[in-house]
């Protein structure tokens, strides 16, 4: 071994020394991962068999294995084909509309100069946060239903006839999208809240003595200095397209807008545990999965050349 070496395993053992630690207390998280999310992997292998939930995969037969027939029936099934134009229907729609919303109140509370009612405003947003998307469902219900909902009521009494917004395809695709959006958009802002609050202020007073106005100091200053972190929280939705919220779905949805709130988590749900086909549905969500994986890389790559930040 010759000096560099050693010195370089003498630096090793010093480093470990003062660190270790540090490294000590990954123990339990690297653990709880290998345990509950990597070795259960191997269930996946069922997506290449026929079902036998009561024949463990590590001592199925032979003549279970029927390769990519599973992935075969999914694509030319034309209820998949639904779920996934559904899924990218709301993903797409979310990612649009949803996606700006709260980085724009961001930027409208942090402009406000009464501290109270900053506060008083950003406390009101994110407690729908805290809503169960049962609760959430039900309010829906009493607002939007066809005769009997609020706001249709207001309609009526004004002179307009009521708007299906349950009961029309349609219209309930909107009127999901924007309830989860009005769910969800406090909660998210405070990331972006705590973004802008990094910011060097002194930037704020250089562009303040070349005479910009707030909104220039908003397009100029804020959001340079908030990309990073708009960026890894669009490469994160996109790596999420092909995925959706089960229970928004299954708490909002009835039987006259099921053709447009089947998405791919409830077409899995209905086939895997619903039909007890679990190795077709392990299919779908393998190939959602890869699709996810593959959109996360790419977006990741574009995002590095582009802007020059990324995940990785």
Same mark, same amino acid.
């Given at each position: 071994?010759?000096?560099?070496?050693e010195s370089s395993m003498g630096n090793f053992k010093s480093y470990m020394q003062r660190h270790w630690g540090l490294y000590a207390m990954l123990i339990l998280p690297i653990g709880f991962f290998v345990i509950f999310s990597y070795l259960p992997m191997i269930n996946l292998l069922i997506a290449f068999m026929t079902?036998?939930?009561?024949?463990?995969?590590?001592?199925?037969?032979?003549?279970?294995?029927?390769?990519?027939?599973?992935?075969?029936?999914?694509l030319d099934n034309i209820q998949f084909r639904q779920a996934v134009s559904n899924t990218l229907m709301f993903s797409f729609l979310d990612l649009v509309i949803g996606f700006p919303m709260p980085i724009i109140l961001a930027l409208l509370l942090n402009e406000l100069?009464?501290?109270?009612?900053?506060r008083v405003t950003q406390t009101i947003s994110y407690m729908p946060f805290f809503l169960s998307w049962i609760l959430v469902g039900g309010l829906m219900l009493r607002l939007f239903q066809t005769?009997?909902? %609020? @706001?249709?009521? !207001?309609?009526m009494n004004i002179g307009f006839g009521p708007v299906p917004f349950l009961t029309s395809s349609n219209h309930w695709i909107f009127t999901n999208v924007f309830t989860a959006i009005w769910r969800g958009l406090g909660w998210n802002t405070i990331i972006y809240l705590a973004a802008i609050t990094a910011v060097n202020p002194e930037l704020y007073e250089a562009a303040e003595m070349d005479g910009a106005t707030r909104l220039k100091k908003m397009w100029h200053?804020?959001?340079?200095?908030?990309?990073p972190v708009i960026v890894t929280l669009l490469i994160l939705t996109l790596g999420g397209?092909?995925?959706?919220?089960?229970?928004?779905?299954?708490?909002t949805e009835n039987h006259l807008v099921r053709d447009a709130s089947t998405v791919l988590p409830i077409f899995v749900f209905r086939w895997g545990l619903e039909g007890a086909q679990?190795?077709?549905?392990? %299919? @779908?969500?393998? !190939?959602?999965?890869?699709?996810?994986?593959?959109?996360?890389?790419s977006a990741n790559f574009t995002s590095r050349k582009i802007t020059g930040n990324g995940l990785w």
């Open positions: 071994m010759n000096r560099s070496s079902n036998n939930i009561f024949i463990p995969i590590t001592t199925a037969p032979w003549e279970r294995w029927v390769g990519l027939a599973n992935f075969r029936w999914a100069k009464f501290k109270v009612f900053k005769q009997t909902g %609020a @706001v249709n009521n !207001i309609f200053v804020t959001l340079p200095g908030i990309r397209i092909m995925g959706a919220d089960m229970a928004r779905f299954l708490a679990y190795h077709r549905a392990a %299919a @779908v969500g393998l !190939i959602a999965s890869v699709i996810n994986l593959i959109i996360l890389f």
